[in-house]
Structure formats: C-alpha cells, structure tokens
C-alpha cells in the first residue's frame, strides 16, 4: 500500500478495482472511501478522460481497450507518442518490442488515446491489427480484412487479394498512395 501511495491516483484506482476483479471484495471495500475523484475538466467528456472523437476513432480501428486492472506508466507512453509524433507528416514506422506479455499493446494503445495526437498525426484514423504468430491462412485472413478496411471507397474496392504476396503489394500501394501518413 505504501508504494501505491507514493505513485498517482490511478495506481490507487487500479489497485482497487483489481482487488474487484480478484475476488477480494472485502479488502476493496476497506479502501473504497480513499478513491480519488477523476476530473472532469480539459474538455474530456468521459469518466476515463477520454473525449468522444478519441473513442469514435479507436473503436472503428480496432485500438484494444484499457484493460480493467491497468497502472499507467507515463514515461513510457510519452515515449511512444514522441517517437508518433516525430513522424510528422513523412511516413514510416513506431516499433514498440519486448517479451511476450510485457505491456507492448496496452502501451501503445494508452499511447493513442490522446485526442490531439490523433487529430494532428492520424487524420485518417487507425487501423489496429494483431498478428502475433499466424500460420498462411490466417494471415492471408488478416490481410485481406486490413485491405477491406483501408478500401472504404467503393470505387477502389477490389476483390480481396488471393495470396499473401498480393495482399503485401496492396498494402504497400494503399499505404503509399491513400494512407501516407
């Protein structure tokens, strides 16, 4: 409890609502009395903080959402946003690596729930894939959904790329020529 005291009011928040979601309700309701209030001021419109252009945008990308028992870790993610934003208006790429269940996804998706950022270097919103380890099919699955997803336009809608090589090459030509940024 000490170290959590010396940390932000989430961490406090978090630790209770794990206490909820562990089971150890009793324990959660010694220190319900203690959870600090979340403001609602800067123009947020949520309990989370989040405005409704910020959710709008990652649910119609597919953004994981903040996971009930969650601890920020704002250098991190500050880090992940910098490296955003030093993109500018050239492409190219964030990578985010680590071991397997280190936090990469929850980061980066705390990452993009900055309602500036997103309107500033993602004007074209997001689109959220999970790969992970995929045998053909199920990439070539994951491909094509992507392809659709970036093919809104009916106009430039094709038929779903066969293989996996076709479904790069589209990739690569949307990325290039809708989706620059």
């Not at 997803?149 to 430039?156: I, P, Q």
Request: with cysteine.
């Amino acid at each position: 409890i000490n170290i959590i005291l010396t940390k932000d009011n989430n961490s406090y928040r978090s630790f209770y609502n794990a206490l909820l979601h562990e089971g150890y309700r009793d324990l959660a309701a010694l220190l319900q009395d203690g959870i600090p209030a979340i403001s609602s001021g800067n123009g947020k419109s949520s309990m989370d903080g989040m405005t409704s252009y910020v959710k709008t945008i990652l649910c119609e990308g597919g953004v994981p959402q903040r996971p009930v028992v969650f601890v920020t870790r704002p250098k991190l993610v500050d880090a992940i946003k910098q490296k955003l934003c030093c993109l500018g208006n050239d492409p190219g790429w964030v990578t985010v690596y680590g071991m397997a269940g280190c936090g990469k996804t929850v980061l980066t998706a705390e990452a993009l729930r900055d309602h500036q950022l997103l309107e500033d270097y993602f004007p074209g919103g997001v689109h959220w894939i999970s790969v992970g380890k995929q045998d053909k099919a199920g990439l070539l699955i994951k491909l094509q959904n992507l392809c659709s997803r970036l093919e809104n336009d009916s106009a430039l809608s094709q038929r779903p790329p066969l293989n996996i090589e076709e479904a790069k090459d589209r990739l690569r030509l949307l990325m290039l020529r809708k989706y620059p940024r």
